[in-house]
């Protein structure tokens, strides 16, 4: 009965509705449609997408940066992949599930409104201004000094400013945020060690007069080292460099940040400097901290640098060590897999290097397509990059800073000796913070399944080479590894023999 006494119109369908036939066949069916409605026919994208662990505002937020980031780069003719991974990347760096939908809320609402204007010193290919590009921080100045660089970066941040030399440039444009992942080569473990004094370290001067001599100087600083910097000269170059923050009237916090928490199979740690005059670092860098997660006890690939063998071996577990701009040998090289399921050894390609950098494939292409350069080349570059992963963590928490436990702060940190794995200034000077090297857990996919692209066995040359200065080193090898690299030796030396006979392995070697 309605308000006016009148029975309502029914059509006869919905009649029978209450029937027990209609909750038998159509309620079933009803609920069949819901349970699949959002993995198969109202989702056009991708089942890599669908079934990614994000939540729904994120999954719309992803759809949108996928619409403009597919239109521009169709428009530019460059459209790849990986800038599919890029609309993932973002949604699932805005907010990961375990977040309140509240907080995942504003902290969207945050992220699309803090945008700041980036000055890259020593940019590089860029890793870190693409990081942060994810979070909407536009680079508007790159200064880098390499030609080959130069081209990629021209390519890929068509509206940024570049500068070569940083000594020639007299002054910062208007900013917020300065970067500056500076030369490590005198603070590096593989260098020649001269300290913060050295010819290419020594560099990070000129980032601290630009500043200095900048009338407004920016809000922001984001340094980015390798983290023997901590150690080297009894911690020396961090005196220096908070020293200089300080007397610009900076806070700041660092933290020794591993690559692989952010899923990527490559054991990278850096030490990244967030410094303000206006809000408080530990919020960008200590909102978050996890345990590193126990290696696999059923690994099905290891990581290695064949171009050593005498006095390390930068192993991996899983993955693959530091990805470097050069090598044991004096040339950059890619890291080497050993497969013992398959007994072989094989070396991963330049666009799986990009990757395992948080880079999309190709990103250094540019480089050998216009300069008619080596692959050589690209490897130096993507060596030197910083993980595009990690600077687009920062450019979230910079977006949308967390909240940090006061209970992290650790002792004062002594005035001449190794600095600790992460620290921030304070009222009476620095004091160490008990953060992990992993901000974030996300979830590895594992090295194997990680690679996109075919790999190369090591050639015999290459793994005799590899194999005689493992053997008379002092190291100590995994069981069966060294026997793995002989019977590869062996395998290519019989392919050589008998080129007509099948092999399991018909790839290049390099
Ligand atoms: C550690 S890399 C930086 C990598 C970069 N952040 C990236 O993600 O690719 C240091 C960079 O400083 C550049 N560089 C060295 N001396 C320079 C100078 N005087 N002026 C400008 N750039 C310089 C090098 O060419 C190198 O690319």
Redesign the pocket.
């Known amino acids: 009965m309605n308000r006016q006494g009148k029975k309502p119109f029914v059509p006869s369908a919905t009649k029978k509705s209450s029937s027990r036939h209609h909750r038998k066949i159509l309620r079933p069916q009803t609920r069949r449609r819901s349970a699949t409605s959002s993995t198969t026919s109202r989702h056009p994208l991708p089942r890599m997408y669908r079934q990614s662990r994000i939540c729904r505002i994120c999954r719309s937020a992803a759809s949108i940066w996928f619409c403009v980031i597919l239109g521009g780069s169709l428009e530019r003719g460059m459209f790849s992949p990986d800038y599919f991974e890029t609309a993932i990347e973002f949604s699932s760096q805005v907010c990961d599930t375990t977040t309140p939908v509240s907080t995942r809320r504003s902290r969207m609402s945050q992220v699309m409104k803090r945008k700041l204007r980036v000055v890259?010193?020593?940019?590089?290919?860029?890793?870190?201004?693409r990081g942060l590009g994810i979070h909407g921080h536009s680079a508007k100045l790159l200064?880098?000094?390499?030609i080959a660089?130069q081209t990629i970066l021209r390519k890929r941040f068509p509206h940024a400013d570049i500068a070569?030399?940083?000594?020639m440039v007299k002054s910062l444009p208007d900013c917020d945020l300065v970067?500056?992942?500076?030369?490590?080569q005198d603070l590096s473990q593989c260098g020649k060690a001269e300290g913060i004094t050295g010819k290419?370290s020594s560099?990070i001067g000129?980032v601290f007069r630009l500043v200095a001599t900048t009338k407004k100087r920016p809000a922001w600083l984001l340094l980015?080292?390798v983290p023997f910097m901590l150690q080297l000269d009894r911690g020396k170059a961090m005196t220096f460099v908070t020293d200089e923050l300080q007397r610009l009237g900076y806070r700041w916090a660092y933290r020794t940040v591993d690559a692989r928490s952010f899923g990527v199979p490559q054991r990278r740690l850096r030490v990244v400097l967030v410094a303000s005059r206006e809000a408080d670092p530990k919020q960008v860098l200590f909102a978050s901290s996890h345990p590193e997660p126990p290696n696999s006890t059923n690994a099905t690939a290891y990581g290695f640098y064949w171009t050593e063998g005498s006095k390390g071996l930068g192993w991996g577990v899983n993955c693959v060590p530091t990805i470097k701009?050069g090598s044991g040998l004096g040339i950059p090289s890619p890291p080497a897999i050993w497969i013992p399921r398959e007994r072989r050894i094989v070396t991963i390609d330049i666009r799986d290097a990009e990757r395992l950098q948080g880079l999309p494939a190709g990103w250094t292409a540019p480089a050998v397509h216009k300069l008619g350069e080596r692959v050589g080349t690209r490897w130096r570059?993507v060596g030197?990059?910083?993980c595009g992963k990690v600077?687009a963590w920062i450019g979230r928490q910079l977006a949308s800073p967390g909240k940090w436990q006061p209970s992290m702060l650790g002792d004062a940190v002594p005035t001449a000796g190794p600095w600790p794995p992460a620290a921030c200034s304070d009222g009476n000077g620095p004091r160490a913070v008990s953060a992990s090297a992993w901000p974030v857990l996300y979830q590895s996919r594992g090295l194997l399944s990680f690679l996109r692209y075919p790999t190369r066995q090591l050639s015999e040359r290459a793994s005799i080479g590899f194999l005689s200065r493992a053997k008379s080193s002092k190291l100590r090898f995994a069981a069966g590894f060294l026997d793995d690299v002989a019977y590869h030796i062996n395998e290519l030396s019989r392919e050589v023999s008998a080129p007509g006979e099948p092999h399991a392995c018909s790839r290049r070697p390099i």
Do not use: K
């Open positions: 890259g010193v020593f940019a590089g290919i860029g890793g870190i201004e200064v880098e000094i390499d660089a070569g030399d940083v000594r970067c500056a992942g500076f030369p490590c290419h560099l000129e980015e080292n701009g570059l030197n990059a910083v600077a």
